[in-house]
């Protein structure tokens, strides 16, 4: 429903504003289900204005009320939408990782941020930048050399801890960049509730061992994409 199509067709009545209200929710009622939902809510707010020129606040504030509940929903549905392509995007970058991780010998990327990520017009995920990338070696309890991203490195990066960077490192680094898709901020700044916020509390726990394997938060992530899409039917 166009509201500029409304308030026209409630000016034809002239001087009888009841009947311009009864004319523009006839036309609403004709057009609603081919607009789009913020036509349809800019309609309820076209509504909205006449029933205030017919006096009828109450009217009003229905009509009001159910523009507001479709902007409401609209904002809700694209919120979902971007959770799930956040989530898609790590679970690619968990399907890199793992790659790397099975090599015969494991690779560590070490620097896992959104500008070291490029999506292609295809949709398909690359992990760009392996100049702080090392060979695993699990005997060792320290980086001989510390590298990463401040905000995005884990703690074992900087020399904190007892082991040196291990496959777990990136999956530090994959929490803070999926928290950063989903606030716009980093952890400390501000985590999603529920489901999502505790995945991310576990793989940048400072606990080495309490953190994902990267086949471990596929699988979880999974989980979560799909309760999103229940939700966005």
Partial sequence: ADFQLIRAKAR????????GLYEAE????????????????AGYYG??????QRKDPALAQLRLDEARKIFSDTVNRQSIA???LAVQIAMDICGILESLNNLPVPVIHRDIKPSNVMI???????????????WYNPDKTDDTKYMGTPGFAAPEQ???GIISSSPKTDIYSLGVMLNVMITGKFPKENMPQQD???IISRCISMDINDRYTAKELINELGKIKEKYDRKAD
């Fill in 12 to 19: 034809v009545v002239q001087g009888d504003l009841g009947g």
């Fill in 26 to 41: 006839k036309v609403f009622a004709e057009q609603v289900k081919k607009g789009t939902r913020y036509q349809v809510a």
């Fill in 196 to 198: 999502i916020g505790e």
């Fill in 120 to 134: 292609d017009e295809k949709g398909d995920i690359y992990l760009l930048d392996i100049n702080a990338a090392k």
């Fill in 47 to 52: 509504l909205a204005l006449i029933a205030l």
């Fill in 158 to 160: 900087a020399g904190f």
């Fill in 82 to 84: 971007l959770n799930v």
